[in-house]
């Protein structure tokens, strides 16, 4: 069983900047896709980004331009630099990493909160 470890969140003023990553316990094979979700208090969770394999990349209408989905594959790592930070983006943040029907892996979360 993979695990999925989230870090970099924090408290942060508008207009700041953060780096989420996400480290995975073991080495994953046949990634068809990475992806950033969130949820904020009394919303349901909401897809943020997503990097399938082959490099495909698509965002969220709220963060583009704003956020970047990344990954470092020979770490198996995957990252979100979230630049000019909203209040809208306070959520606590999940990674996740599937290749379905095989294996749908999340992190624990990590919350970020960004102050007016």
């Known amino acids: 069983q993979v695990q999925l470890v989230e870090s970099g969140g924090g408290l942060v003023q508008s207009g700041g900047s953060l780096r989420l990553s996400c480290a995975a316990s073991?080495?994953?094979?046949?990634?068809?896709?990475m992806q950033w979700y969130r949820q904020a208090p009394g919303k349901q969770r909401e897809l943020v980004a997503v990097?399938?394999?082959?490099?495909?990349?698509g965002y969220a209408d709220p963060v583009k331009g704003r956020f970047t989905i990344s990954r470092d594959g020979a770490n198996n790592t995957l990252y979100l630099q979230m630049n000019s930070l909203k209040p809208d983006d306070t959520a606590v943040y999940y990674c996740?990493?599937?290749?379905?029907?095989?294996?749908?892996?999340w992190g624990q979360g990590t919350q970020v909160t960004v102050s007016s």
């Open positions: 996740n990493i599937r290749n379905p029907p095989f294996y749908d892996y």
């Open positions: 073991g080495k994953l094979f046949n990634i068809m896709a």
């Open positions: 990097l399938f394999s082959g490099d495909k990349i």
